[in-house]
């Protein structure tokens, strides 16, 4: 079969493309495109099926992928932190706002994210500090004993104390630098800590993908202020319709189900 120029492709109605070649074959491998797929050229009359235009032992083998990994509006294989849920559908991130419109223009009401409820968010967060302190707790013990006297009797002296007290500060300088280290690579690299995964949840933008190492560090710290407030600002996702916490609100990300 002579490679065109472009390709055309048919998908739920709607023309797609122009298409490379190589790109047209690697939807054709995918199963995007199938052998009833309508595809259409520059110079053809009419659209066609694929069967018509490249015989079907020509054709090559789709891949299989499991349920939900191909965006239902444009059919190209998505990886799972790229797509979100709409009216039921796995839609990528790219399809995301088209979608969103030709709903909104037939009227219908869209929840676009599922966002996390208080609870479980709160288990998370405690989930992950569960998780670090059993890194910092024992060292922290084996620290604070070896400046203790060897003898219950012995009192401690001013020096010592002083030890006990820069060494418990460290710990926690330590402990706060060990955490941010944790949150912003992980919610960086993989959208969500390992306590927000154990209850299916992501952060995201407020489109739904999934933000970058720049906007976790700024809300690893925008977090603090959560917690200076006395955890004024954690109860905020009470309130909101967003579910946002005040550091969400700051840094513009969401946590959602997934």
Known sequence: MTEPAAWYYAYRGRPRGPLSAESFLQLVRSGVITADTLV???????WRPLREAWPDAELPKAA???????CAECGRPTEPHRR??????????????????????????LETLRFAPFLPRFLAYMLDHLLLALV?????????????????SEHLSPER??????????LSLFGL??????????????????GKLAFRMRVT?????????????????????????????????????????LHDMICNTRVIRI
């Open 40 to 46: 259409w050229q520059p110079g053809w009359s009419d």
């Open 64 to 70: 299989e992928l499991p349920p939900g990994a191909r």
């Open 84 to 109: 979100v849920q709409l009216d039921g559908h796995p839609i990528c991130t790219e399809c995301r706002n088209l979608v969103v419109q030709r709903l909104r223009e037939t009227g219908r009401v």
């Open 136 to 152: 910092l707790y024992p060292l922290s013990m084996a620290l604070v004993v070896g400046l203790l006297p060897a003898r219950h």
């Open 161 to 170: 104390m002083l030890r006990i007290y820069l060494v418990q500060g460290g």
């Open 177 to 194: 630098v060990l955490n941010g280290i944790y949150e912003i690579w992980t919610v960086g690299r993989f959208g969500s800590t390992l």
């Open 205 to 245: 933008d407020s489109e739904g993908r999934r933000i970058t190492y720049a906007r976790a560090t700024g809300r690893f710290f925008a977090k603090l202020l959560s917690q200076f407030t006395c955890g004024v600002g954690f109860l905020l996702a009470l309130f909101d319709h967003e579910r946002r916490a």
